[in-house]
């Protein structure tokens, strides 16, 4: 979705006055963060390893990678407790070849007034991102409308993750041994 689709959408939340678009984008990008926490972007970026000896890899090379994640970044086809990390540097064993590195991306901010302008998340979340900039909104002026548009997300977002939950895959277990 479109910057300009997401601020008529914010607005027609019941935003009687005219909005200022600098407090849409104070409160989009707060309610991106959050929305970051719960719903985490993966990103990969490949490391040529060294089959001799670790490979270094400098996290903070990498432009989007989130240190504020509470989520370390993983391999592909790497045993998990072979790689360790200290501070920003994460060292690869000794894998011939490319190494895929699975990790939690920083969102791109909302800097411009371009209508235009693509919003760096699921088309899915878009709805659960309007409520909380609403309620970022009105946070300050009137409690009880930021409290319903909260409430109005908390329901949304728990419907949401329990129907993504219930969407994965199911396995029978059939035959095994009669005692």
């Keep these: 979705m479109n910057w300009g689709d997401f601020k008529k959408g914010v607005k027609n939340l019941g935003f009687e006055e005219s909005v200022d678009t600098e407090q849409i984008t104070v409160a989009t990008n707060r309610a991106l963060v959050q929305i970051s926490t719960l719903e985490p972007k993966e990103k990969t970026y490949t490391v040529t390893g060294n ?8 996290l903070t090379t990498i432009t989007d990678y989130s240190s504020k994640s509470n989520k370390l970044p993983h391999l592909l086809n790497v045993p998990l407790a072979s790689a360790y990390y200290v501070v920003d540097t994460m060292y690869i064993p000794n894998v011939e070849g490319n190494v895929t590195v699975f990790y939690n991306a920083i969102r791109t901010k909302i800097t411009s007034d371009l209508d235009t302008t ?53 396995v029978r277990v059939v035959g095994g041994i009669d005692l």
């Excluded at 089959?51 to 400098?58: C, N, P, S, V």
């Excluded at 009105?138 to 997300?153: G, H, I």
Aim: avoid cysteine; charge should be negative; charged fraction near 30%.
């Design 51 to 58: 089959a001799t000896t670790y490979t270094e890899l400098d």
């Design 118 to 170: 693509e919003i760096d998340l699921k088309d899915e979340l878009i709805p659960f991102l309007e409520l909380l900039t609403a309620w970022y909104m009105w946070l300050d002026d009137d409690e009880r409308k930021a409290t319903s548009y909260y409430n109005q997300f908390q329901e949304a977002y728990s419907q949401y993750k329990q129907n993504t939950y219930f969407e994965q895959p199911k």
